[in-house]
């Protein structure tokens, strides 16, 4: 499965929106892009998916760029209990599981 | 009702000592998972199990075992535990893959046992 690298911390204001950034280079055809959040040593949560096509749900949007290489989880409007550690997974289809790496942790402030 | 629990939710015990974690699901799932967490990290996957038959170790089940009840229940037992074992441990499941689609459909996690081995 492809290795990511994202931020270790992040700031967002309350009510503005938050991006995540996410770099999978090495992301392979098969790959797809999994997002998920803890918050606060709470079990992990998942947030969205996508292969290749933008996706948004009721939680977030999530941006691939076109090459596939990176990839960005938005949340519109962030709030106060958005604050979590984000983890961007990359995983194929011969994956069994979720390979966490150490995510990026949000804070939003008032 | 949680559709994933797990018991106990914290436990302290001693180096030596047999420790078991449970976890269920009212979910239908088949697979399910267990997960550590140590502090500052991400999840590593310990063992995992497609359905009750099929049971795989993960990335670090050295000094772990597991037992796969029934499809609702997935035990987890640390047979001597050592001070490094001190961590918090997730239990998480997920339906069948389909034919087509994403490899992993989204997994469900309990809310942790928090487990210190003094």
């Known amino acids: 499965d492809a290795k990511t690298t994202q931020p270790p911390s992040m700031d967002c204001a309350e009510g503005r929106a938050a991006n995540l950034p996410c770099n999978h280079s090495?992301?392979?055809?098969?790959?797809?892009v999994y997002w998920y959040r803890q918050i606060h040593s709470q079990g992990p949560q998942y947030i969205i998916h996508?292969?290749?096509n933008n996706e948004t749900n009721e939680m977030a949007s999530l941006i691939i760029t076109e090459d596939r290489k990176s990839s960005t989880l938005i949340l519109p409007h962030a709030t106060l209990r958005d604050t979590a550690v984000y983890y961007c997974?990359?995983?194929?289809?011969?994956?069994?599981?979720?390979?966490f790496g150490k995510g990026t942790s949000l804070l939003v402030t008032p | 009702d949680a559709d994933v629990t797990q018991t106990p939710r914290n436990r302290i015990t001693k180096t030596g000592k047999r420790i078991m974690l449970e976890c269920s699901q009212t979910?239908?799932?088949?697979?399910m998972y267990w997960y550590r967490q140590d502090p500052g990290l991400g999840l590593r996957l310990i063992y995992y199990?497609?359905?009750?038959?099929?049971?795989n170790k993960g990335e670090i089940s050295d000094g772990y075992s597991v037992s796969r009840q029934a499809q609702a229940k997935f035990s987890l037992s640390l047979e001597s535990a050592i001070p490094n074992q001190t961590a918090l441990y997730f239990c998480?499941?997920?339906?069948?893959?389909?034919?087509?689609?994403?490899?992993?459909?989204?997994?469900?996690f309990g809310p942790g046992t928090r487990l210190t081995v003094l």
């Open positions: 996508g292969l290749k």
């Open positions: 997974i990359v995983n194929s289809n011969s994956g069994y599981a979720l390979n």
């Open positions: 979910k239908g799932h088949d697979r």
């Open positions: 090495t992301i392979s055809g098969n790959e797809y």
């Open positions: 199990s497609f359905d009750v038959k099929d049971i």
């Open positions: 998480a499941t997920s339906d069948r893959v389909p034919g087509q689609g994403p490899p992993l459909n989204e997994q469900f």
